[in-house]
Every structure is written in structure tokens, then in C-alpha cells.
């Protein structure tokens, strides 16, 4: 059988919950509405500043115009960013040197991680991992730094590894004045821009030394012949074998303390302008 005054309770509790409902919705409240953030990164700016850099990259430019490129290209698409500069750590006659930067500034920021030995940009060289800092951390990891760089007023530091090559290891290096300037997207986009780079350096690096080795090839080609032709000249005068001819040469420009191809050349201009005269 059906409780009546179970159904009455429950009708009674319903009826409470709904008059409390409603008492609630009648009273004028406030909507929450979630803070309006700017977006960080806007579309057509970046793709056009990443076509820019894309250009750079099939241009076959010098290494020079490849990172100076970079640095450009980073700073107007990394929110937040307002300074860049590339630092390369080996093979450098003075020891590290900042090699392309987007704002003469960072010439002396990077010059005191130089000269404390310590910083973002030479850890990230150093240790092939990126670094995202900002400036409190920078005081408690690298002290003697931070004193040198505290009148810069940069808040954030963003640091990537960048190997040019085998024997230049550098970093990549982000300034802001904004202590929340770079975020973990920040990093990824970054390191996108860093394999770019190192590809494109690493592959203009194989063209010039395959010009260099082209270009040495035409050398030894034209030397070659040159010698051949002063073997034949000292074949017909002296009516002698091609190894005798050589052995000749070879004689003559250690008698004359001269290279085989210099005294080769000679010879050839000397029998040649002969002709031309007659």
C-alpha cells in the first residue's frame, strides 16, 4: 500500500526546494563573466613575420644574415619579447661573443654573462636544454650576474641551445621587460625557429664547402693542363719522353725554388707570347 504521508513529506520537501529556487532567481544578481585576455599571438603578423623568415631560409644567405634574420624574425613574433640576440661560445678568438641581435642592448646584457660566467644564455649553451627564467630566479641562480644586468630592467629571460655547428655551440636569447613574459608556448615556438635555423645554417655551410671544393677542382683542372702543355713544349725542344719532360719540371722549380705550376705557367705565356709577336 501507498504511504499518504510519505507522498505529503515528499511533496512538502519538494515544494520548500522550489520556493527556495525561486526566492534566489528573483533577487538582482551579477553576472561573472570571465576576464576579456587578449590573445598573445595574432594570426596574419606572425605568418607574415614566419613567411619573412622562410624567404631568409631558401635564400642560401650567409650564416651572418641567417641569425641576424633570426633574431629579427623572433622578435616580432614571440609576445612579450622586446629584446634578441644570438651567442656562440667556441671558436670565437676573444672567447664567447653575442654574433646578431635585434637591439644594441643586448650587446652589454650578454657581455656580463661573459664576464661573470654565468646566465641563462651560456646554461642553455652549455647544458643543450632551454632555459625560462625570470628575474627573481635569475638573482638566487646566478648572482653575480643579475647585480651586473639589474639596471637593464629585463624581467624574463628566455634561452634556447643553438648548435650552428659541430664546433659552435650558442644559445638563442630572449629579453622582456614584463616579469611573465614568455610561457611555455613561448618555448615550443622558439625551438621551432632554432631547428629552422640550425638546418638552414647546416645546409649553407654544405654549399659553400661544396663551392670551395668545386672551385679547387677547376684549379687543379686548369693546373693540370697548364703542365701538360709545358711537358709538351719540352717534349718538342728537347726531343724527350713525357716522364723525362715532367722530371725536368720538376728539377727546374726546385732549382729555382718555384712551384711546378708557376714555372709551368711561365713556360706556356713565354711560348705563346713568342707566337703572338711573330
Given amino acids: 500500500m501507498i504511504d499518504p504521508s510519505g507522498i505529503a513529506m515528499e511533496s512538502a520537501v519538494a515544494t520548500s526546494f522550489d520556493a527556495e529556487v525561486s526566492a534566489a532567481m528573483s533577487v538582482p544578481t551579477r553576472t561573472l563573466l570571465p576576464p576579456i585576455v587578449p590573445p598573445r599571438y ?3 603578423s606572425a605568418l607574415e613575420s ?18 641576424q634574420g633570426l633574431c629579427e624574425r623572433v622578435a616580432a613574433v614571440v609576445p612579450g619579447t622586446d629584446m634578441v640576440g644570438v651567442s656562440l661560445l667556441q671558436n670565437q678568438p676573444r672567447g664567447p661573443a653575442t ?3 635585434s637591439d644594441s ?22 647544458t643543450g636544454r632551454i632555459v625560462c627564467v625570470r628575474v627573481e630566479h ?27 655547428d659541430t664546433e659552435h655551440a650558442g644559445s638563442l636569447n630572449l629579453y622582456s621587460f614584463d616579469e611573465h613574459g614568455f610561457n611555455d608556448i613561448d618555448e615550443v615556438l622558439v625551438m621551432m625557429f632554432v631547428t629552422a635555423a640550425q638546418t638552414a645554417v647546416y645546409n649553407s655551410r654544405l654549399l659553400a664547402e661544396a663551392l670551395a671544393e668545386v672551385e679547387g677542382l677547376r684549379t687543379a683542372m686548369l693546373t693540370r693542363s697548364t703542365i701538360d702543355q ?6 718538342a725542344v728537347r726531343a724527350i719522353s713525357p716522364d723525362a ?6 728539377e727546374q722549380s726546385q732549382r729555382e725554388n718555384t712551384r711546378i705550376k708557376d714555372l709551368a705557367a711561365r713556360l706556356v705565356d713565354t711560348v705563346v707570347g713568342g707566337h703572338r709577336e711573330l
Fill in 42 to 44: 595574432y594570426p596574419d
Fill in 105 to 126: 642592448r643586448v650587446v652589454a646584457i650578454e657581455s656580463d654573462q661573459y664576464l661573470t660566467d654565468e646566465g641563462p644564455g651560456l646554461e642553455a649553451a652549455r
Fill in 138 to 164: 635569475v638573482r638566487s641562480r646566478w648572482p653575480e650576474f643579475a647585480s651586473k644586468a639589474a639596471d637593464v630592467g629585463v624581467r624574463s629571460y628566455l634561452s634556447a641551445p643553438l648548435a650552428v
Fill in 99 to 101: 654574433v646578431a641581435c
Fill in 50 to 67: 614566419v613567411g619573412k623568415f622562410r624567404e631568409l631560409l631558401l635564400s642560401h644567405s650567409s650564416v651572418e644574415s641567417l641569425l
Fill in 245 to 250: 719532360a715532367f722530371a725536368a719540371l720538376s
Fill in 230 to 235: 709545358a711537358k709538351g713544349i719540352l717534349m
